[in-house]
């Protein structure tokens, strides 16, 4: 991509690629039901989003300290750098780290350790998103939450993320309005597997501030009526989607319908080790499939922008 673009749905641990789940657990003596690359390799045929969530969350029982938070970062800010990305907006998951024993302070600090050598190296700018489990109690949620504003980590927002379908987002309310009485940005993952309506109750009920996938919209034409009112933010994955088969094949992908449409909506990668793809291959895909011309990448490019926390002036410099 030439035109500057900012990340805004990318999950930490979905950038851990297989040969760096091997090499930190040989380093971090951790063991894998997977021992080789083509053992692991095999693993990644998805059925759904839970048949991915499973490895997800095994692959991420390799990262063991602050500094292989750093290093993974790393290495995602450089893979990001070369796919044109001027601004990442960075989701990780708390509680699969604090459940192995880490402390939020040896994640945080290594992330942000990691996201500030790419501001330094490449001018990178970030914010860092802590999402929460649907699939876990809330209580487990507000917990953390309160800890992360208790001991003022440098957490910039707080997201919403995992199985969807059961776990409507009325379950998170009082999360999100502790999260926004603390100043904290918020989004929320929502219609990627789950109904329209988990898209609704996000606005309404956890007043997010972007929705994380929202490709079920399209089923719900007064939400559609209202998103595209609103201007409300839809950060879509479209290799994630063919990848989890919320969508057949690329060319089902709603994205031609969603900008025909009005909506605001952005390209993104989600899990990009575990879906074929970084950004710059999420837009060559969407490119390819929909012949999108030059004007239209450039409506997707500026919505990503648009749709950051960066302020004002920071935004302008990208515009
Ligand atoms: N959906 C829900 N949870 C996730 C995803 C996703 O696409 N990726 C990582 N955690
Ligand atoms: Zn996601």
Redesign the pocket.
Known sequence: MKLPVAEL?I?L??TLEPEAILRLAGQNNVELPWPSIQELRAQYDFSN?QS??DL?YANMAVLRTAADFHQITTAYLTRAQASGVRHVEL?F?PQAHLERGLTLAEVISGIRAGLDEGLARWGITHRLIA?FW?HAPAESAMEILRTLVQEKHAVDGIGL????LGYPPVLFREVFAYARENGLHVVA?AG??GPAEYIVQALDLLKVERI??GIRCLEDPALVERLVKEQVPLTV?PL?NVR?RTVDTMAEHPLRRMLEAGLKVSIHS??PA?FGGYLDANFAAVIGQFDLSREEQAVLARNSIEASFLDAPAKDLLL
């Open positions: 749905h999950h641990e979905g989003l991915f969530l997800f989701f998951d999402c649907r993320d995992s199985s969807e993952h990627e597997e994380d996938h994955c994630s989890l989600d899990d575990y």
